[in-house]
């Protein structure tokens, strides 16, 4: 039955999913979006070139928990939960249909 989960097991799946996208995208985001208005405010912007690169990145920890969330925000433009749902597929939570396989 791994082909065809269950409604208990999809409904798992998605509120683990929602966990990780609220909780966690949640608070990175809020985070460098606070960090990087900061950092803009206030000129501490390192330039290569044209391009400006906010302070807070230098350090490896921001730079790296930064790359988490852009996956994050990729992971979720990619979710097949929510293009079955937009596609109006009749079982709840699905990622087998047409728009989630593509």
Not at 16 to 36: A, D
Not at 48 to 64: H, S
Request: proline letters at 3%; a neutral charge.
């Amino acid at each position: 039955e791994t082909g065809n989960p269950s409604d208990g097991v999809r409904s798992a799946i998605f509120a683990c999913r929602c966990f990780i996208y609220l909780c966690s995208l949640g608070q990175w985001l809020v985070l460098h979006v606070k960090n990087f208005v900061k950092d803009c405010r206030q000129g501490h912007l390192i330039r290569y070139g044209r391009l400006a690169i906010p302070e807070y990145l230098m350090d490896w920890q921001n730079a790296i928990s930064f790359m988490l969330t852009v996956l994050l925000i990729v992971m979720f433009c990619m979710e097949p939960v929510l293009h079955c749902l937009a596609s109006g597929h009749e079982k709840l939570f699905t990622q087998q249909c047409a728009r989630g396989e593509s």
